[in-house]
């Protein structure tokens, strides 16, 4: 396992689509192993391959961590077959756009089909804050970060302030 280098916005592979995995071949565990630990040491509490350069439909996730043990989520093509009808704005922060936080409306639960890396797959509902960052990884995977999800004054304003840190 290593540490790989996240790649920051406006960097062109965040913008692509992720093609979906065929095999969960050793270079895909490989890469979920890397996307953990890259994760942990960041710190964050999620992160798509696309965030490293890889551009496979795979994500990881341990949303409870911080606050106690980890419980990583390895989650293969991963699709969003149902949201609830309720929705809560949030304060999202990204990995790839460090420093920056933004304030992205998004249901409150969301029912989400993936494969593991055993290739078990699972349908599950997804709650609270789980769901919101599933969704925030999921994204990823389609080329969409939290800029896009945002109105032009935010946006700007994120810019402005993002673009003086650099």
């Keep these: 396992m290593s540490v790989r280098t996240i790649l920051t916005w406006p960097h062109p592979r965040l913008e692509a689509v992720c093609a979906p995995v065929e095999v969960i071949a050793p270079d895909i565990r490989a890469l979920a192993e890397d996307l953990l630990e890259t ?3 960041a710190p964050g509490r999620g ?3 696309s965030q490293v350069g890889a551009l496979v439909r795979l994500f ?8 106690g043990a980890r419980s990583p989520v390895v989650c293969i093509n991963p699709d969003v077959i149902e949201r609830s009808d309720e929705r809560a704005t949030a304060d999202e922060g990204c990995l790839s756009i460090p420093g920056v936080m933004a304030s992205v409306e998004r249901p409150t639960s969301v029912r989400m089909v993936w494969t593991d890396l055993d290739g078990m797959v699972h349908d599950e509902w997804l709650r ?3 769901a919101l960052c599933a969704q925030h990884e999921l994204d990823h995977l389609d080329g969409i970060v939290t800029l896009d999800r945002v109105d032009d004054a935010q946006r700007d304003a994120i810019l402005d302030a993002y673009e003086g840190d650099l």
Excluded at 60 to 67: F, R
């Design 39 to 41: 994760m942990y040491a």
């Design 128 to 130: 609270g804050f789980a």
């Design 60 to 67: 990881v996730m341990d949303t409870t961590w911080k606050e």
């Design 47 to 49: 992160l798509a391959a």
